[in-house]
């Protein structure tokens, strides 16, 4: 019963989230929640005072670097990599990659290592906590972080230490990713919203628990990705595919109906979406 107060209590929280304009969400606090909810049995309030300890670490080395403090992209660098890296010794888990905990908070707190982007949700945090501009990159494949400053943006990979990659670094990431004639582009490096991060984040436990082919598993991590951005107009038509798999058909038409709200009803993807409903109904009668 303790276990199910604590799911309702953090699915309460991500309703919250929900309601929030996307710059108030607290990304520490929303992937705490998540966290809790795929790992009950995981001490989540220490998570919790961790972060606390992180941005208080934080604003002290702010404080003691002027020079980073005023704008300086290269020292924010250095001092974010001398906090995250040096003083806690967060880095990615090159060993156990697809390992599900790396994907979680909590456990990643616990361990000290994780994913890019659970890593980057940790730098991103005290960044903030700094007063430092700071966001999560539209990078494929490999999350990276955007550093605001002078002379302009910093860019840093939280797997590996915080390592500052300049255009070559870049181009030679991107490649691996996509293969050797993928060619860097500024749209690589546009900004990507606090949902957006969150969303990536959980879509790493909800493709390994496709890959184990455990169907409801992944539902229920998408529902709970929907609490968190019930506007994203692509979830529900996942969650829609999802339930017509699991054959819950009222579930899929439902979903359904919150695509096509979402999206331009002229669109393909609405006409689609229209005609796979009416394909549902017929199995209904």
């Not at 309030?45 to 606390?52: I, K, N, T």
Request: charged share 25%; with cysteine.
């Amino acid at each position: 019963m303790a276990d199910l107060t604590a799911e309702a209590e953090a699915r309460a929280a991500l309703d919250a989230a929900g309601k929030l304009p996307d710059a108030e969400l607290d990304l520490g606090a929303v992937a705490l929640q998540f966290a809790r909810i795929d790992a009950p049995e995981a001490d989540w309030r220490a998570a919790e005072r961790h972060l606390s300890d992180l941005a208080r670490a934080m604003v002290e080395a702010a404080i003691a670097t002027p020079d980073a403090d005023r704008g300086d992209a290269g020292r924010r660098l250095a001092v974010l990599a001398e906090v995250l890296h040096g003083r806690f010794g967060y880095a990615g888990d090159q060993e156990g990659y697809d390992a599900p905990a790396n994907a979680n908070l909590i456990h990643v707190i616990e361990r000290r290592r994780g994913l890019p982007v659970a890593l980057g949700i940790l730098w991103l945090h005290a960044a903030e906590a700094a007063g430092w501009g700071a966001h999560g990159l539209d990078f494929p494949g490999h999350f990276l972080i955007g550093l605001e400053g002078t002379p302009g943006q910093g860019v840093l990979d939280p797997f590996n230490g915080g390592a500052p990659l300049q255009a070559p670094e870049l181009r030679g990431l991107l490649k691996r990713m996509q293969g050797p004639q993928a060619e860097l582009r500024p749209d690589l490096l546009a900004p990507v919203g606090k949902r957006d991060v969150l969303l990536r984040l959980q879509n790493n436990l909800k493709l390994r628990r496709l890959q184990a082919g455990d169907i409801p598993s992944a539902m229920r991590c998408v529902q709970d990705m929907l609490r968190v951005a019930p506007a994203a107009a692509m979830l529900w038509r996942e969650a829609a595919l999802m339930h017509q798999r699991l054959d819950e058909i009222g579930a899929a038409l439902q979903c359904l109906d919150r695509f096509l709200a979402l999206v331009p009803p002229g669109s393909e993807a609405a006409q689609r979406a229209r005609l796979l409903a009416v394909e549902l109904r017929q199995r209904l009668h």
